[in-house]
């Protein structure tokens, strides 16, 4: 009889996966034994594997270098990484190894970028795109970083108030500033308004630039960007959005010789389930096919492809991992399985915006499962995880008296630590967890690091002021 949890997962996905294997009833995450890093640093654990960093970005560079050659788009395409995903010095240090570009949100990640070039980690060739809505500082030292030679610093204007702000901010430079323009896109249907707060309307672009930086000297316009906020998806809705900004694009164009290039921004999704069938390949030739096609419709050469890949570039490279400390059978129905930490704190997606996530258990494969709900330690009603992204409930292996079960949630490793306030005040004064780094030494053998301790008692204290 097929009752053991493995029978189950095999018999619903597609298993073993690249990233997925088991042995002896435990589970192995890009061949590194889970148990083994367990016992060595216990639970709660944040991972990050950073060659996966590293395999996604070369893994996109292809997809685009093949859709180009398939497509005979005349473009080139240019990778960035967007620093809001995952600021970890560990995280950039990866990505930066693979020639890649970057992009940011705010003022401080200027600073950031000014680190990264004194430890010699990134020179002032790389193109910075500057994104966001900026106040006064961001706007700073976006000129800061200009004139002291960073003239592939690209502010991309959200509104007309930013071009005023740096007009005045920037004195007669060397070379003119390269600038770009952000479109605020239309939203999906179902979403709750029209238009994304984020941008200029498309029937402002083509006025502002012939009005305002055509015959400004300091700037030249070189590139348009939009982003849907769905992600580049293979739907209806999505290849209008494409189809909209392309021809604004086409539009500016004709106006504005020195605009060449198309920022599509982000969008490649992070694998979230077993089950997941997005065809990146088909995807990355789609979209170039239809910029192309539209181009040689309307006579516009084939711009440029930057893209803005955050969570697809790090989402994959994390885990976080738990204990089960209890099982609590609260009626007829409902049996809870109680995690050693917060899904608010250490996963604060999963409440906010309700995201599913791969959820394995580490051990007890050869052990029969039954439906559960997971809690968290808080009080907060809401600090629990009823449903995997494939079916609208969890399933995991009998607790057994000899080992306590282990859970892991994996391909986390994008915002979860800047939204749960990495370092700060935790609901509940829930510790946030030790995160460990996993590499690979020249023979290949996995190695960790401990980034950080479990927190303490006396930091938290200590930022409340006592």
Known sequence: MKNKYYDLVDQTFDFPQDEFRTEEGELYFHDIPLMEIIKQYGTPLKITYLPKISSQIQRAKR??????????????????????????????????????????????????????????????????????????????????????????????????????????????????????????????????????????????????????????????????????????????????????????????????????????????????????????????????????????NREVPEPIIFTEFGSFTVGESGATLYSILDEKQQNDRERWYMIDSSFITTLPDTWGINQRFIMLPINHWDCEYQRVFLGGLTCDSEDYYNADSHANAIFLPKLQKDEPLYIGFFHTGAYQESLGGYGGIQHCLIPAPKHIIIDKDEEGEYVTKLFAKEQSHKSMLKILGY
């Open 63 to 296: 997809m685009f270098n093949v859709a180009i050659a398939k497509t005979d788009y005349q473009g080139t395409y240019n990778y960035c990484y967007c620093t809001k995903s995952s600021h970890f010095s560990f995280v950039l240090e990866e990505a930066l190894k693979n020639d890649i570009n970057l992009e940011t949100s705010s003022a401080f990640d200027i600073n950031l970028i000014q680190e990264l070039y004194e430890q010699g980690l990134v020179d002032k060739d790389k193109f910075v795109l500057c994104n966001g809505y900026k106040r006064i500082p961001y706007l700073e030292n976006i000129v800061n970083l200009y004139n002291d030679g960073w003239h592939n610093v690209i502010p991309i204007f959200d509104n007309n108030n930013e071009y005023y702000t740096l007009d005045k901010m920037l004195e007669n430079p060397e070379v003119p500033m390269k600038v770009g323009i952000r479109i605020a896109a239309e939203e999906e249907p179902k979403f709750d308004f029209y238009t994304s707060r984020l941008g200029m309307r498309y029937r402002d672009i083509v006025s502002f630039y012939e009005d305002q930086v055509k015959s400004n000297r300091k700037f030249q316009l070189k590139m348009l960007h939009f982003f849907i906020n769905t992600g580049i998806r293979d739907t209806a809705y999505y290849w209008n959005e494409l189809s909209k900004c392309v021809n604004v694009y086409c539009d500016l164009k004709r106006v504005c010789p020195d605009l060449d290039s198309l920022n599509i921004g982000g969008g490649f999704p992070c694998k979230t389930s077993l089950a997941s069938t997005y065809d990146y390949e088909y995807m990355a030739e789609e979209v170039l096919a239809q910029i192309k096609n539209i181009c040689t």
